[in-house]
């Protein structure tokens, strides 16, 4: 490939960097190495672009500090800059407004720099003009003379486009059909899947660079924020320049993290038209119509092919308004109640999988279980007895919690329970892979089916009438 098939390129990463962190620069570094390894493209220049206080994120401190904050990070670097632009706006900016402004930047700097090449100043006025009257060129991918512009940001935010009302479809399909995007993948993440899940993202896959980050690395802003409350050292996390700013200033304490406390994000307020707080107790109705009157476990399910840690991540601040609710979600009256087991399939094979030595399956393959399921509130219990052991589980809806399989596989997992359609369905991430359970009633029968590593025991009961 010739030097001037060669396209330039700048990366433009926005978010809350709230602080900056290694990671965030490491983000560059990691997609100019993706991009220039293709042959096809030359990074020139990478811009940090802070989202304004208007944004109203929990925790979010004043954008001035976190400006700073990324001017010190970035003066280690010799083509990563920091742009003020967005974070002085007095009203929260769509990113796809923000990606535009740096483009249209960029045409006015190309044409300010070759004023008497005629030429090339023609070149950019056709892009233009085919832009203008919605020809199939991309904007910001004309001819290799002129740098493309593309946003950089990590496999999260790649999914939130599937959130309801957070991103305007049309915005989505600027930013990446017009212009491009960098995504760095994150543990939990799956942005492959994503893409292939979604229209749109599908439709635009090619202007979409994945990129796989082989020394995983789970720093992240919040982890840091809550060291720092903590008095914990935060050295190596971020750059020392960084660090020594926030201690002189005393930012990120245990106040700061309850700043927009009951605030909805911007996004949310500007697309439903929702007012910008939600009174103490109050039952969400002044959120987006598919959260009003709703559990967290099904506000998950409105969003099933986004991953478990980015919904549970993102809906966080929206769940801690729903356990003032007056009105809590009941499990089903026929689900509750005493269950005696009539028929199982597969138990052998599961408990295989499990890892379970063959003497403790001979017997367990000869008990007879009784499940007695309640609910207290919005608590759950579900008592599993038999001869041989007794085993209690008790959980909310959509909360994650630690069980220990006690006198199963005596394993500690991260349990997730939630409805989905007329089932409720548990996954439980730990040492086995593809774990968890599911249960329901279907002709006055319980049916439950437990799953590990492709394995799959079906068992039914029958209620126990007193």
Known sequence: MEVQDITK??????GSFNPITNMHL???ELARDHLEETGQYRVVKGIIS?????????GLIEACHRLEMARLAAQSSDWITVDPWESLQPEWVETAKVVRHHYDELLDSEQNDDEVDTVKYAKKRRIEENDSEGSSRHRGRG????PQLMLLCGADVLESFGIPNLWKQEDVSEIVGRYGMVCVTRSGNDPHKFIHQSEMLWKYRKNIHVVREWVTNELSATQVRRALRRARSVRYLMPDSVVHYIHEHGLYSAESEQKNAGVILAPLQRYTGSSSHVKPGQDFPLYPKVFHGTTLSQLLLTTPDLSRNFRITFYSHIHTHFRKRKNIIKMPDSLCGTWDLISMVNLDGYMIALGISPALRKIALKLKQRKVIEQG??????KTSSPFRNYTLSFRLGQEFEEFTKGLDNRVLKSLVR????????????????RGWAQWIEDDKLHLELYCE??????VFKKKVN
Not at 9 to 14: G, R
Not at 419 to 434: A, H, I, L, P, S
Not at 454 to 459: A, I, L, N, S
């Open 50 to 58: 802070p989202v304004g206080d208007a944004y109203k994120k929990k």
């Open 9 to 14: 390129v700048v990366l433009l990463s926005c």
């Open 26 to 28: 490491r983000m560059f």
């Open 377 to 382: 509130g919005d608590q759950y219990i579900i």
């Open 143 to 146: 001819c290799s003379d002129l």
């Open 454 to 459: 492709g394995q799959v025991c079906k068992q």
């Open 419 to 434: 409805w989905e359609g007329n089932k409720v369905v548990c996954e439980q991430v730990g040492e086995k892979k593809n």
